[in-house]
């Protein structure tokens, strides 16, 4: 049976688990295996690039360690996080982020679509990242809540939908989105307080799962070809577990 | 269980079974259920505009005559065939074409992708479809074979293999690509044929299936919001069933 | 004498009408003769892709049936209406549409253009347009007036007049629009409507009628150079005679 | 009847001649009145943007003493010459270059063109042009035959036509090119030597005379709001006779 | 010691002495030397294209009779003035034009910038340009104050930056701008009216010294290859001295 | 008297060595004191995303330790090192990457620019790097040597030059580059190499060095609004000393 690995790149306990929720039910409608984890170390939540940073190399870590074998990773930070290039070069099997994924997903469904994110300061990230990808010809928007990350678990629920709803309705009357992205990992189950708009509204968790899953089960394998060679053999002392192995097993 | 339908919009019998095969074995693996239909009139293959407009005429009207329910729809015509955003509007499940399905699954593989197509007339064509999907960013090239549709049924196999794999290594060495896409219908089941360059291959009927599965499977919709708003009703005369009856069928 | 024929793609009586007024007009200012037909069948108005991939298939059977000779097509619907490509391959002289004639028209006259379209649907299907001829980095941007296409036939003219107005006028002061472009045939005839902003404003069959007869005046002819390649040689039943003809006296 | 000015912003008397042999054969198929002019100071060649700079002010200051009224002008050096904007701000009838002219001309032809240029120095200079006018997305390539504008009037002609015969089969085989355009005042009369390649190949100054025409005999006037509003009045002293009548009477 | 050359491409002494202030200030805090000058004749503010033209004639012609050498030339006009190439063909050391560097300086600041021009008409030129210079993916947008040129000399002091203000703060809290770019020379001196928005404000007379200044120490030089090769040389009468003599002694 | 600091992202003492060498003697012409440090845990030269995801962490950290004050900071890794991004939301003087800073100043020099880089994985991940920084319009090539980042200290100094020769004349004449950019702090030193083709060369750390001196010099800071706002304070256990402190010392 296919299996996947989903990695909550951040530390935060709650948030692993409704990732968790939305993974394993997504899992079970797609007939995969789906185990989350997360670092033990790092940020609780990732708020811009110095989060980054410090996520991205616990995140390699952790699931570097992982002493079983899967047929797709999952990260599951909203953005491009470093993490997902890093780990397409430590290993074979696809490596998605819940960015990417939710964009692929959205595409066939309409024109356009709009990301709407937490904070102010992810909206450029995320425009930064729309360009990586390559689709801003086709976003419409990125469009904050104002909400920090956590916010979505501490706040009353009514107010962060009120807060998504809101923002979603600007993207498909002032900017022409046809479909509607939640641009966070803590927003996965939050898509009916969405869905009363009358378009189709994206999950980043449920796109991510549904997608590696695809690649996974069709045998799909990331080009070693370049871009995302494997990692060169390297003797570094006071790395961590995970990634000291990843260099002591690499080719030499 | 998931049910989708394939249509090959061309009526050529070998094929449509060709299609099928792969179809049918990626549907296994899945887990989804796959039905493959061709229409009964027009070109027999699609090269240009002139036939896409023909064809799409009479692929439209043969997935509108189908009875039965299903969960996604895959038109198995490489490029932007004109019959995709027309079904979009007619029915409400996910609608994908092979090239759009084949380039989202390439994009997570590797930095860059190169179409291998068939005559020197679909380097343009694909070369419009790949900037209308908004992916030029990320392709390498798209890089014509010389052969008809046709020939990749009639050559000798050991012809059309090595002509492919010559593309192929040209789209590596010279533009760059970290993944091949093979850009026709009658190319599936033909990546063992360029697996020796050391890339992944993506063929378009796999990943075509593997995308509208994932779609379908996790209740996907295309948004009616503007672009793909439902068919307006009308009454016209001298139209074929499937097109009659989605006229007759739709809002006032 | 230069002799140029236009097609509506609807089957609309009056806006076949309406647009060979300000064809025949035209061409009398021009020193050129223009002939006006429609198809017998298919939508009386086209509202989106369903709309033309019907319309396209009548539309090349009625063209391909005339029997004279004529020196250069306009095709009469605004949009990359599929008909246009089709003809390119079908036949020799030029053929150009609306929608790409009214926008090499307006791209010498100011910095940039706005497209004044009818009911929302058009917006992003016209973006797309715009992108597929390469023309995004001029364009202002593509505002809906909210009307059907048969409204602008149907609703007293004042109101018509007054939506046409309020959007070129949010287009020149909002978007930085310097021309304003009539987004559908059946606004031909209503530039006076919309002058009174005083910028230029360019109606898509005079600048269709124009150019179509600047290109065949000076002798031009399609590339049939890969994109626009002539159609092959097949053998087809139950087609119409004009498409019937065009796949019989193909090269073989 | 509609009356055009062609101005070549060299002063060499035999490319002003050689223009206008093309410009005045081309007015009388449209039945249009060219008139051709040059101005008397000033580079005999444009070979850059020094040349441009001091050009530009000689050619607008010889067009503004023009005393006859004329409904569109052509300036008839191939790229983004300074004196096409200055012109459209100082009078309102459509103001063309022979480049931009060429292009329009050559986008519903074919699927892409490639530009045939004179020196090596062109050829940033019109990639730079191609993007200012906003056509990169079609351009195949501008290649350079390594001729200097000059050389065109004195070389054998046999040398310069199998100059531009081998860049223009290199653009249609490597490039991907559909249509051929020949990129130089100097290279007006000259498709001949390219016709034997197959594609249309487009004449700047046929296209040119062509487009302006097509403006001018529809009523088209350039937009005054913003981009090219009307000059300033203002009094400026040593300013040749020309320049210093637009300032003159300009609005205060 | 480095030694550079600022030239004020109008005539206005007020203008030319207000840019003096700040580039001899920034050239003292950076260890430079600065000269800056004038043309005799010309417009004393450049309000368009038509400016431009006769602006640049004097310009480079002012530029190039300066007897003494220096290590490099900024051209103080905000835009693609036509002087800048001009002088780069002339001249071997780094021409900068303001716009330019004060583009280049703000990229690495934050995300996005916008730049605050004075009236309507610069908008779409300063778009032009953002687009030449390749920047327009990170441009957030080009607002207009409304003001004139010399509203900015002549208007109470308060007005003038007020209006600044008031497009600043639209420019962060609607466009997406980090960076606030003052976008005219006349504006130099004025950073502090929009500080209190809080974000950085390029000055870009400073910016012009600052990088013109850190290309000269570090002895960049033009490229010759191509686009800026050097002048031909050219006997041509009637020529003011500096130009002729760029002429006179250019290679043969 | 201005003070930089310039880190080099990776362990080897030998390139520090030799980025020093440059950064200084730059310095030293600018007028500037320039400090230069390296990590003292992680790989000792960086071959792609996994290996920018440990030095990331190690090099933000060994930053932070600093404990004089410095006005700016240079990254002496030539890519989008992740460090960069983050530094700038930690700090507030201007941080700045080799690679930002040689294309910033390689810019105004010539029409389009080449980046020479070491082994082929280089080349996408730096196309990726131009396109984030939003440079693709005027890049011509980035071209592989074939070279390892540490070959560049190890092999005959001879057979490096010739590889960087050989790769910036294809640049030249292949692809049209009128400046070559040496893309990797290894390099630096090196333009003698490649000055023979008569082209400018940029050097990366000399490029680096002038730029975040000019920056300085001027005062410049990081825009705080939105992208680069200061990182949030988070108490978090196991992190190295200067990654604790920020998030310690964070605004609560």
Known sequence: MTSLLVVNPNT???MTETIGVTA?????RLGVEVRVICPHTG???IEGS???VVSAYWTVDCVLQVPEQFDGVLVACYGSHPAIAALREAIDVPVLGIMEASLLYALPLGA??????????WQPLLEESVRALGHEALCASVRSTGLAVLD????PPEQVRSRLLAEAMLAVERDGAEVIVLGCAGMTGLHTAVSSIGVPVVDPVVAGVALVAALAQTGARTSKHN???RVDRRAIEHLPPGIARAYQHARA
Chains 1, 2, 3, 4, 5, 6 share one sequence.
């Open 43 to 45: 940020p609780d939540s």
């Open 227 to 229: 871009r995302f060679r």
């Open 12 to 14: 935060s306990a709650e």
């Open 50 to 52: 110095f989060d980054e």
């Open 24 to 28: 394993l039910e997504t899992g079970r």
């Open 112 to 121: 356009k679509f709009s990301i709407i994110t937490t904070s102010p300061r």
């Open 152 to 155: 979505l678990e501490r706040l």
